[in-house]
């Protein structure tokens, strides 16, 4: 019998924001973390001052950037779910990581000492810390993990695919518990010259203004956002408090050009639709990247399928996460789903197709049963997951 999957543990570590509360707070708040990172890329970064010595400063030296964000992040998410960890069956425990670019920060500094110094000046760490799986096994190492774990990569779909991978494991039954999210490191020279060409030069660079008529330019954010699923059943047994219900996930392609973004809105809604499964959205969290032609094909199909939905784009304070970036939506959904208050919309001029959804500056109170996130990929695909409000033992 299919299992019911459920979202009882939340941890963030974002620019400027290390709690489920300080989380919630920017969203009330004017100011914005987005801030010039080149002269034609902006977004936000952490401050690893922020970190302390959250994590043993022999274990940090050793690894990226990526992968102290999501140890950070995973303590903060089973302890937010008060799993007591020696009750766990660690074979029936996994570890689901999303990511799009790996140990950059770690790597451009073993670069720079190879061509400096020669071969005898670059860690011996370089070769464990670099890949994109790296979070994944340090993760499973720290808590001891032995179930079925997965790292991956589908752009800035990656968090949103690791999250209904974990969902699917425990709705099948291979697994009670799973930590599931995404990481990315953004702060390197690397990553900022890989993306500094996505968008136009038309406009104004600073402006990040997803779905809004004015949207040209993309602006990047970096951190960790890691979730506990796990077996509605467990959590209940245990009393655990229960965000909310991982109802359906879907995946669409129609493929493009490998740098290119889905081009045809009729992909979208058929992802849309599938994890819809016949339900309505009451909020739809786009993954608006902030190009204008990659919003103006998921404004259209959320238009047509979503009908007079809300909309919530809480990614304008700090630029889009990439690999993290759905997790990070996910966490915002849970939050809206335990407060039922919908967070603002933020399009100050949307474009035409929105204009029949339901937009607001402000938080407002609401009933919220179901949110719907949307994440994109390079080359044509199109993601959706379907969260609904959780029930919690009496």
Same mark, same amino acid.
């Given at each position: 019998m299919k299992q019911q999957a459920v979202i009882t543990g939340i941890g963030v570590v974002l620019p400027g924001?290390?709690?489920?509360?300080?989380?919630?707070?920017?969203?009330?708040?004017?100011?914005?973390?987005? @801030?010039?990172?080149?002269?034609?890329?902006?977004?936000?970064r952490i401050d690893e001052a922020d970190l302390?010595?959250?994590? $043993?400063?022999?274990?940090?030296k050793k690894l990226d950037a990526f992968t102290r964000y999501?140890?950070?992040?995973?303590?903060?998410?089973?302890? !937010?779910?008060?799993?007591?960890? !020696?009750?766990?069956? =660690?074979? @029936?425990?996994?570890?689901?990581?999303?990511?799009?670019?790996?140990?950059?920060?770690?790597?451009?500094?073993?670069?720079r000492h190879l061509h400096n110094d020669g071969p005898r000046a670059v860690s011996p760490f370089q070769a464990t810390s670099w890949f994109p799986a790296a979070p994944q096994g340090q993760i499973t190492i720290h808590y001891g993990f032995k179930g079925h774990s997965k790292t991956l990569m589908a752009?800035?779909?990656?968090?949103?695919?690791?999250?209904?991978?974990?969902?699917?494991?425990?709705? *099948?039954?291979?697994?009670?518990?799973?930590? #599931?999210?995404?990481?990315e490191s953004t702060n390197t020279d690397f990553v900022r010259t890989a993306l500094e060409n996505f968008g136009s030069d038309d406009g104004d660079a600073a402006l990040y203004a997803p779905l809004s008529t004015s949207a040209s330019r993309f602006a990047v954010s970096e951190g960790a956002v890691f979730l506990v699923l796990e077996n509605a059943t467990r959590a209940q047994q245990r009393g655990a408090y229960v965000y909310a219900n991982v109802d359906g996930f879907a995946i669409a392609t129609k493929p493009c050009a490998a740098d290119r973004y889905q081009h045809d809105s009729a992909t979208m809604m058929r992802a849309m639709s599938k994890a819809l499964n016949g339900a309505y959205p009451d909020v739809v969290m786009p993954?608006?990247?902030?190009? #204008?032609?990659?919003?103006?094909?998921?404004?259209?199909?959320?238009?047509?399928?979503?009908? /007079?939905?809300?909309?919530?784009? $809480? =990614?304008? =304070?700090?630029?889009?996460?990439?690999?993290?970036?759905?997790?990070?939506?996910? #966490?915002?959904?849970?939050?809206?789903?335990? *407060?039922?208050?919908?967070? $603002?919309?933020?399009?100050?001029?949307?474009?035409?197709?929105?204009?029949?959804?339901?937009?607001? =500056?402000?938080?407002?109170?609401?009933?919220?049963? /179901?949110?719907?996130?949307?994440?994109?990929?390079?080359?044509?695909?199109?993601s959706s997951l379907l969260l609904s409000k959780g029930k919690t033992k009496s």
């Open positions: 924001v290390m709690s489920l509360e300080a989380l919630w707070q920017t969203q009330l708040q004017a100011a914005t973390a987005i @801030r010039p990172l080149s002269s034609r890329l902006h977004g936000s302390g010595e959250l994590l $043993p400063s022999r274990l940090a999501a140890l950070i992040a995973s303590e903060f998410a089973l302890n !937010d779910a008060r799993v007591e960890l !020696d009750t766990l069956d =660690k074979t @029936r425990s996994g570890v689901f990581v999303g990511n799009a670019f790996g140990g950059w920060r770690f790597t451009e500094n073993e670069l752009d800035r779909a990656s968090g949103l695919h690791s999250v209904a991978a974990a969902a699917q494991q425990i709705e *099948k039954g291979g697994l009670d518990l799973a930590i #599931a999210g995404g990481c993954d608006a990247c902030g190009v #204008a032609d990659a919003d103006a094909v998921e404004a259209l199909a959320i238009a047509e399928i979503a009908g /007079r939905a809300a909309i919530a784009l $809480p =990614k304008v =304070k700090f630029g889009h996460g990439y690999g993290m970036e759905g997790a990070l939506d996910i #966490a915002y959904a849970c939050l809206m789903l335990q *407060k039922q208050q919908r967070l $603002p919309t933020q399009i100050d001029t949307p474009l035409a197709s929105l204009k029949t959804l339901r937009h607001s =500056k402000t938080v407002n109170a609401a009933e919220l049963d /179901r949110i719907l996130i949307n994440g994109c990929a390079s080359g044509g695909s199109c």
